[in-house]
């Protein structure tokens, strides 16, 4: 069994800034997910369903992200903050019981099977799943 790459249909580009705010460079800021090197964002919804499952070494916190072309501070996502991290030659090696969310080379998302199970729903349409590291294959 492995654990599944997350990411979202809608893009945007993301800036993280010295003072812990990103700027949006390019799209718009209303995925549920957006991932980035060295960050992860929810947004509202998608904190409030992570956050009832008690999910391991994952803290949220409040998150702004500076729209510049509409002059605007969006409150709308919270960082996600992941303490299990892993390089793609361990993947095999991750536990994956229970409701677990994982951070590949400071860049990629990944949930384990039963999370995968919660997320993979009508409340998030947007998000897609793919099993390992099928995604990278190429």
């Given amino acids: 069994m492995l654990p599944y790459h997350v990411d ?27 991932v980035g090197f060295r960050f992860a964002l ?3 919804t998608l904190v409030s369903t ?10 949220y916190e ?8 509409e002059q605007k501070e969006l409150t709308t996502h919270h960082r996600l903050k992941i303490g299990q991290h892993f390089e793609h030659d361990q993947i095999s090696d991750l536990d994956l019981d229970g409701h677990r ?8 998302l990944f949930v384990s099977p ?9 409340e ?9 590291l099928s995604m990278f294959a190429g």
């Fill in 8 to 34: 979202c249909s809608e893009h945007c580009l993301l800036y993280e800034l010295e003072d812990g705010c990103f700027q949006l460079m390019s799209g718009q800021a209303s995925a549920p997910l957006i």
């Fill in 42 to 44: 929810a947004d509202e």
């Fill in 50 to 59: 992570l956050g009832s499952l008690d999910i391991p070494q994952v803290i």
């Fill in 62 to 69: 409040p998150a702004i992200i500076r729209d510049s072309r």
């Fill in 101 to 108: 969310m994982f951070v590949m080379e400071d860049s990629h």
């Fill in 114 to 122: 039963s999370l995968k199970r919660v997320l993979d729903s009508d």
């Fill in 124 to 132: 998030f349409p947007n998000l897609r799943f793919s099993e390992g």
